[in-house]
């Protein structure tokens, strides 16, 4: 307990900053909920996903919705991992099924923000993961950095999600510390948490990317230093063997489960109309607004959302981020701007991927504190309102 002392007290402003944000974001969407005759409690446990991992949860996998079109929604499309928790949480306490989701995602995005911010920290301290002095960050040091990324994560547009029963802040809780025990030389660690972030949305494969690059770079480095295989040898490659397994058990057990092989999971996925079409589909649907005037100003703030996007992951390569960062960036990002599933659920499909928001971070670092305040207090409110509205609405998040 002694040894999470000091890193939990060093991550404290961030979480407290972070609780207090999504406190805000909560008590919005009670107040907007009460006035438009809904349950706030329903809205963040009960409504779209959120509702399949619960059946997953109670009923098993086979459960599934034929549409009058012809698509079959089958909670095969689900990874697991959120709905063991719920089914423990459900074992072990009077909660529901729900309610076990929901006390599972409020502790994994607490999970996750101090998992981002040990990952900033550590890009942006005096040390870089290889033991070289890392550039002069000018911004106060990795611990400021590592607290602006975290508030820059939890006043997201969609940081309401953080608090619903889905898997989101599950997954980015996994991702985020499975990168940094990679940054830091712990395999069986990193290893380990890939393979259940892997369980946990099809996007695991972004961190075993990530495991496997920094697996290979450290490898490398060894080898040019010393010739003779180290210790940690042994320890890299069984991480490197773990990392897969989770989303490969998963997928391979969907596939003998439909009767068709190592591809079944895609035939899943395509009963959602999901799947990967280089973002054809999603450039159609982006054109598609420009047929009329008050649509093209949805359809500016699209391109100019993933304008942004693809500049934060350009500023990030420029100013040096460790490569296993940028490849599960980088995946994150093409799956969820390439794929043809439902293009407003595309906010929240990047929302893992965190290291977008490092640039901004250093950024507001270099700020006065009294400045920075103000700003992430203001986007905060911003972000309370939005997400009040969003959920509220009729479409899923």
């Known amino acids: 307990m002694t040894d999470l002392a000091a890193p939990l007290r ?3 402003p961030a979480l407290l900053g972070y609780a207090a944000v999504r406190a805000l974001g909560l008590v919005v969407l009670a107040v907007w909920s009460a006035a438009r005759g809904k349950s706030a409690h329903t809205l963040l446990t009960a409504r779209w996903d959120a509702l399949w991992y619960t059946r997953v949860a109670d009923l098993g996998y086979g459960y599934e919705v034929r549409l009058p079109n012809g698509d079959v929604h089958s909670n095969l499309a689900f990874f697991p991992l959120l709905p063991w ?19 599972v995602s409020l502790l994994a995005s607490l999970a996750a923000a101090w998992g981002i911010f040990a990952v900033a920290e550590h890009v942006y301290g005096r040390r870089n993961q290889e033991g070289r002095e890392a550039r002069p960050w000018k911004g106060g040091g990795g611990r400021r950095v590592g607290v ?16 619903m029963a889905y898997s989101e802040s599950l997954f980015t809780a996994l991702a985020a510390w499975s990168l940094y025990a990679a940054l830091t030389d712990r395999w069986l660690t990193a290893g380990t948490l890939a393979l259940l972030a892997g369980l946990t949305r099809p996007v695991g494969l972004a961190v075993v990317a990530a495991v496997w690059v920094a697996a ?5 480095r060894d080898r040019s230093t010393e010739p003779a295989p180290g210790a940690r040898s042994w320890q890299r490659a069984l991480g ?22 190592p591809l079944g999971y895609l035939d899943v996925q395509a009963g959602w109309r999901n799947g990967f079409d ?22 500016v703030g699209l391109i100019v959302g993933v304008g942004l996007v693809i500049w934060l992951y350009v500023v990030g390569v420029r100013q040096g981020q460790p490569l296993p960062l940028l490849v599960y960036t980088g995946v994150v990002t093409a799956l969820a701007l390439c794929a043809s599933s439902y293009f407003g659920s595309k906010p929240r499909l990047l929302m893992p991927a965190f290291p977008l928001l490092l640039p901004l971070a250093l950024a507001l670092a270099r700020l006065r504190t009294s400045r920075s305040a103000w700003v992430v207090g203001g986007v905060a409110a911003a972000s309370a309102v939005y997400g009040a509205f969003w959920l509220n609405g009729s479409g899923p998040p």
């Not at 973002?279 to 607004?289: N, Q, Y």
């Open 240 to 261: 490197m063997v773990l990392a897969p397994l989770g989303a490969a058990g998963y997928v391979l057990w969907v596939g003998h489960r439909t009767g068709k092989g």
């Open 148 to 163: 602006c990324a975290v508030l820059l994560w939890a006043v997201l547009p969609v940081g309401i999600v953080q608090s």
């Open 216 to 220: 290979i770079t450290s490898f490398v």
């Open 85 to 103: 928790l719920e089914r423990f949480m459900h074992a072990v306490s009077p909660l529901s099924y729900a309610d076990g989701g929901l006390v």
């Open 278 to 299: 280089g973002g054809a589909a999603f450039a159609r649907f982006v054109g598609d607004k420009f047929t009329s005037f008050p649509s093209a100003l949805a359809g």
């Open 10 to 12: 060093r991550a404290a």
